[in-house]
T-cell receptor, first 113, second 109 residues
């Protein structure tokens, strides 16, 4: 098993540009989670899906952020327009179910200049 | 929401020493996990342990759900154990996993 796969590993973009982060969960995992890690706020849950359906998006900071899961093997997190304060490491994780152990991807380090 | 408090915030050990990390939480839990974030930023799941005791090599964990705490034991520490150890919990009908601030462990050779 290749684990949870995220792309890109690093992204540098200019303020105002659209950014799309991608995640492929482990096959057979029914829950997918997007987290953001910053020095100030630590690890925060942005949104999670069960069986491709968004369950809780209360952590999405504002309307500039959106997430989709069109099928069981792919999810995207989009920021439009991006701002410097969005700079962080974004992690995707998957699990068999929402109350079980998570496997995290390697993360995407986003820098908005 | 559920509160998570980890202690100590920092810990420095000599290689070969043992340590205990603690996680206190404010409500009954339906999920509790321990993670290790290595110096390269990777988050590794160590244990899924909402109750009971588990062991994996030099690491073991115990969660006493009725008293709202969990402990992570590291025995015979190695330099590769360095990094941040996170406890994460969710509780009640809420499945949002909340992370503590972590314990920064440094193991010196």
């Amino acid at each position: 098993d290749a684990g949870v796969i995220q792309s890109p590993r690093h992204e540098v973009t200019e303020m105002g540009q659209e950014v799309t982060l991608r995640c492929k969960p482990i096959s057979g995992h029914n829950s997918l989670f997007w987290y953001r890690q910053t020095m100030m706020r630590g690890l925060e849950l942005l949104i999670y899906f069960n069986n491709n359906v968004p369950i809780d998006d209360s952590g999405m900071p504002e309307d500039r952020f959106s997430a989709k899961m069109p099928n069981a093997s792919f999810s995207t997190l989009k920021i439009q327009p991006s701002e410097p304060r969005d700079s962080a490491v974004y992690f995707c994780a998957s699990s068999i179910r929402e109350d079980y152990g998570y496997t995290f991807g390697s993360g995407t380090r986003l820098t908005v200049v | 929401g559920i509160q998570v408090e980890q202690s100590p915030p920092d810990l420095i050990l000599q290689e070969g020493a043992n340590s205990t990390l603690r996680c206190n939480f404010s409500d009954s839990v339906n999920n509790l996990q321990w993670f290790h974030q290595n110096p390269w930023g990777q988050l590794i799941n160590l244990f899924y342990i909402p109750s009971g005791t588990k062991q994996n090599g030099r690491l073991s964990a115990t969660t006493v759900a009725t008293e709202r705490y969990s402990l992570l034991y590291i025995s015979s520490s190695q330099t590769t154990d360095s990094g941040v150890y996170f406890c994460a919990v969710s509780g009640g009908s809420n499945y949002k996993l909340t992370f503590g601030k972590g314990t920064l462990l440094t193991v010196n050779p």
